[in-house]
């Protein structure tokens, strides 16, 4: 018996593994509204409005992830799709007051105390995103 709970708990550990590296915790998907907020706050940082669906999106989202790593809590994004099928009107406000139209994904804003400075329309590289926080004074 004390054979078979060992095992257990060893393939427990296995299965779950262990990592002493802390998890961000930021929540970098936002809503329409948690978008909205961000400006109305004047938060500084940059925004990826992408799609599920898009190609150009899907082959950016690792060069935008790692980047995220590398620069927390000031890469965020915004699933164009989700927010038009879950808050039409919070979407709706955060175009027409905001950010303007967003014609294509990915595009790539950067806020700078709650107002967009730049656009990027289609994918853009790693040095890029560092280039961008670099001039805008983004990093903390």
Known sequence: ??????????AMLILTGCSSKVKDETN????????IAKFENGDSFLLNFTSA???ACIEFNPVYSEARKEFVGLLFEI??????????EG??????EY???????????VITNGKVQQGFVGAISYA?????????????
């Not at 699933?79 to 039409?88: I, R, T």
């Not at 979407?91 to 027409?96: P, S």
Request: hydrophobic share 40%; with cysteine.
């Open 1 to 10: 018996m004390k054979k078979i709970v060992i095992a257990l708990l060893l």
């Open 28 to 35: 970098y998907d936002l809503s329409a509204s948690e978008t």
């Open 53 to 55: 669906t898009c190609p």
């Open 79 to 88: 699933d164009y799709q989700k927010a038009n099928a879950n808050d039409v």
């Open 91 to 96: 979407l709706k406000k955060l175009l027409n």
């Open 99 to 109: 950010t303007g139209v967003i014609n294509a994904t990915p595009t790539i804003l």
């Open 128 to 140: 890029d995103i560092e280039n961008v926080i670099k001039n805008y004074g983004l990093n903390k």
